[in-house]
């Protein structure tokens, strides 16, 4: 039976001819792996065109200040500030939204489970962080220790996919919790070492957001709209406080509800009495129909979490859109020879390539060995130290740091450091992956 009304299962919507060229888009839209790859594309853009005869043109563009003023206030900033301190917002909400369903539904909820992943990102963090500081110590350059603390979960995410079945599934979730862990931890150092100066009446105007926020979600509000107002207010309270603004994103994902409204089983019942009224309600009964399909509706939305809700929106955009343009924004940068052999280019080299997977192996050992955590089956330590390698692809979350940190020249060093580890981690991770990890099984037909 193939005609154009037959669906697969869970599917009661008609295929229209332009299911056709959606489908295909929604797909890779929604396949983690893929903003990788767009994230790769513009970040090679980004270093074409600084490096190409526009340059000059290319990097002045995100220097061009936009905003808006009313009355005596204004509010003015380049465009890179705008993306960095703006966009990126929503790029620090998904990461709390991600971190609050870790803790309350996935890996990191049980401490015995989380205690490998949570050792690992702090020894990830902390050996990386310590052989920066060695390097530059009191050097121009010293800030920038937070650097080389970060793991991008988009290009490790991307390069397990293209291992495919080879990657033991608890490794996926043990580098997956990691990366969430070790986000946590850099969201930690921008707060403790990158803030200063702090206005607190802008600070407070913040935090009463987050508390109208809280007391409203506690009331049972769910209006998309409203909230997001309120959005808007935290962040210009906690941007105008000193306080990175960003972190308004990361505590608005925290405090957002990871429980659905309405449960299965309310939703089954409401569905079968809604099934019966259907089948024997008079045709002329339209405003009960309609009144019952609104209700339909609603209950259906809200049978999925606001955490799930909001993920499944919002990851496309920054996958696709946000990232990429935050990529495009900051990586470009004019690679001189002076620049690759800059101190601060080796502090951060050496941080991701050798601090980040010895510190990851260290920590998780010593968690193994006092018996707080446990080394799955699957996993060899020649394994977990490919990919802690693997892991010291810093990118966004060290590029980001490094703008908070450094500038001019020592911005440039920091952000070519940052590339230079990031590609070695990527192909030096992926090969030692391929050479340990066991080929999948061929099947033979006969």
């Known amino acids: 039976m193939s005609d154009q009304h037959s669906q697969s299962y869970g599917s009661p919507l008609p295929t229209v001819p332009v299911d056709r060229i959606l489908k295909p888009i929604s797909r890779f839209l929604h396949i983690q792996s893929s903003s990788g790859l767009v994230l790769l594309a513009f970040t090679v853009a980004a270093l074409a065109l600084a490096n190409s005869p526009v340059s000059e043109g290319f ?222 309600a008079p045709a002329a009964d339209m405003h009960r129909r309609q009144e019952l399909l609104r209700t339909v509706e609603r209950a259906t939305r809200e049978a999925t979490s606001p955490v799930e809700r909001l993920e499944a929106l919002l990851h496309p955009w920054v996958g696709f859109v946000i990232m990429p343009l935050f990529a495009f924004a900051n990586a470009g940068v004019q690679i001189r020879t002076e620049a690759l052999m800059h101190p601060v280019t080796l502090a951060v080299v050496l941080g991701l390539v050798v601090g980040k997977p010895l510190g990851i192996v260290l920590s998780s050992w010593l968690a193994v060995q006092s018996g707080l955590a446990k080394l799955p089956d699957t996993i060899s330590w020649s394994v977990l130290a490919a990919a802690g390698v693997l892991a010291g692809i810093g990118f966004t979350m060290s590029l980001f740091i490094a703008g908070l940190a450094l500038n001019g020249l020592l911005l440039d060093a920091a952000k070519i450091g940052v590339l230079v580890a990031s590609a070695i981690c990527g192909a030096l991770g992926m090969t030692l992956l391929v050479w340990l990890l066991p080929k999948p099984e061929t099947s033979h037909s006969a």
């Open 59 to 280: 990097l002045a563009f995100w220097k061009t200040t936009v905003g808006f003023s009313a009355g005596t206030f204004e509010m003015r900033h380049s465009l890179k500030h705008w993306i960095n301190d703006g966009l990126m917002v929503i790029f620090f909400f998904v990461i709390g939204l991600e971190l609050k369903r870790e803790l309350v539904l996935g890996e990191l909820k049980s401490l015995r489970a989380a205690a490998l992943p949570i050792a690992a990102a702090l020894g990830g963090m902390a050996v990386p962080a310590g052989l920066y500081l060695v390097l530059q110590y009191g050097q121009p350059g010293h800030r920038g220790w937070g650097i080389p603390m970060a793991t991008d979960i988009a290009f490790v995410v991307g390069c397990l996919a293209l291992l495919g079945k080879r990657v033991p599934h608890s490794l996926r979730i043990l580098l997956l919790s990691l990366a969430i862990a070790d986000d946590m931890g850099a969201i930690l150092v921008i707060v403790v070492g990158y803030t200063s100066g702090v206005d607190l009446a802008a600070l407070g105007l913040g935090l009463l957001g987050i508390g109208v926020v809280t007391l409203m979600a506690g009331l049972g509000v769910r209006s998309v709209s409203v909230y997001t107002l309120l959005g808007i207010l935290i962040w210009f309270g906690f941007h105008e406080s000193g306080v990175h603004a960003t972190i308004a994103g990361v505590i608005l994902g925290l405090i957002t509800p990871v429980r659905p409204w309405i449960n299965e089983r309310l939703l089954v019942g409401f569905f079968r009495s809604v099934e019966d009224f259907l089948q024997g």
